[in-house]
């Protein structure tokens, strides 16, 4: 399974949000079939709920990772995990 990862640290919402929807549609396929997963780096708290609740609405799983100093946010198809650790 392909990781694909985007940097957006130091981006507020909803920026940080628009920018996820964008790469979630436009790898919607793959995402789908189960081919990639998504990977967002944060340090904004807000997109660790909005981009996770929005994801699942949209019928894919999401995770929230806390790191030192920043979130790791994985989107994946659905059936992955859910919740914030």
């Not at 957006?8 to 628009?18: A, F, K, N």
């Amino acid at each position: 399974m392909e990781t694909i990862e985007f940097d957006i640290r130091g981006q507020i919402c909803p920026s940080t949000l628009l920018t996820a929807l964008k790469e979630i549609n436009r790898h919607r396929t793959s995402l789908k079939n189960g081919n990639c997963m998504l990977v967002f780096l944060t340090d904004n708290r807000d997109a660790t709920i909005t981009i996770p609740e929005t994801v699942r609405n949209m019928g894919y799983g999401g995770q929230v990772e806390k790191r030192d100093g920043y979130y790791v946010l994985t989107i994946s198809q659905a059936g992955g995990s859910d919740g914030p650790h």
